[in-house]
Each structure stands twice: as structure tokens, then as C-alpha cells.
Nanobody, 122 residues
Framework: QVQLVESGGGPVQAGGSLKPSCVVSGYIFSSCEMGWYRQASGKERRLVSLIRSDGTTSYEDSVQGRFTISQDNATNTLYLQMNSLKTEDTAVYYC????????????????WGQGTQVTVSS
């Protein structure tokens, strides 16, 4: 059974940094894409960043240059280093992963964690 467990959110002042982590069990890293979504109150859940099976990464425009996604295959942990935080970064952050299937294709974003709250104050 695949489980994703986030931690590392919390309150922070604008301009500060946080590094949420997501421990993944029952899943082979680098088999498909993994990523971080966020959902602000009253808004849709949006993709913030992803890391592909080849290690390349992508970011939403609003976090480009401030956030860095990374993974540690030895500990099965996905990270999101968040620097220069802004009040508009306040949201629940979710890690997510594709579901690998036979034949080499991936079911998009089939696994989700429970989320970790990030609150940025001015």
C-alpha cells in the first residue's frame, strides 16, 4: 500500500523559509512523476512543482526561483525548499505521485498525502 506523509509546514514570516517533506512508502521513486500541489482557502488545488522520472523539474511561474523540489531516494523522501516566502504562498501543501502501471505508463497524480499547512504572515 502506498502512503505519502507530509510534514514540515507551519507559520513563518514573509521573507522566511520552510522545507516541507513527504515520506513515501510502498512506492518506487523515479518510476513516474512526483510533485507538490497547494490549495489556498477558497481556491482550487494547483500544481506548484514536479519532478520527473529523469530528475528534471518544473515550477509554477509564481514560485520559479524561490522554490526547489528535490528527492532523496535513500530515504524515500520528497522535499520542497521554499525561500523568500510571500503571504500569497499561504496554503495547504500536498505531495502527490503518479501510479506506475505495467507497460511503463503512469496514472497521473493517483496518490496523495494528507497535506501540511503553510501560513505566511506579513
Amino acid at each position: 500500500q502506498v502512503q505519502l506523509v507530509e510534514s514540515g509546514g507551519g507559520p513563518v514570516q514573509a521573507g522566511g523559509s520552510l522545507k516541507p517533506s513527504c515520506v513515501v512508502s510502498g512506492y518506487i521513486f523515479s518510476s513516474c512523476e512526483m510533485g507538490w500541489y497547494r490549495q489556498a482557502s477558497g481556491k482550487e488545488r494547483r500544481l506548484v512543482s514536479l519532478i520527473r522520472s529523469d530528475g528534471t523539474t518544473s515550477y509554477e511561474d509564481s514560485v520559479q526561483g524561490r522554490f526547489t523540489i528535490s528527492q532523496d531516494n535513500a530515504t524515500n523522501t520528497l522535499y520542497l525548499q521554499m525561500n523568500s516566502l510571500k503571504t500569497e504562498d499561504t496554503a495547504v501543501y500536498y505531495c502527490a505521485a503518479d501510479k506506475p502501471r505495467v507497460g511503463g505508463y503512469c496514472v497521473k497524480w493517483d496518490y496523495w498525502g494528507q497535506g501540511t499547512q503553510v501560513t505566511v504572515s506579513s
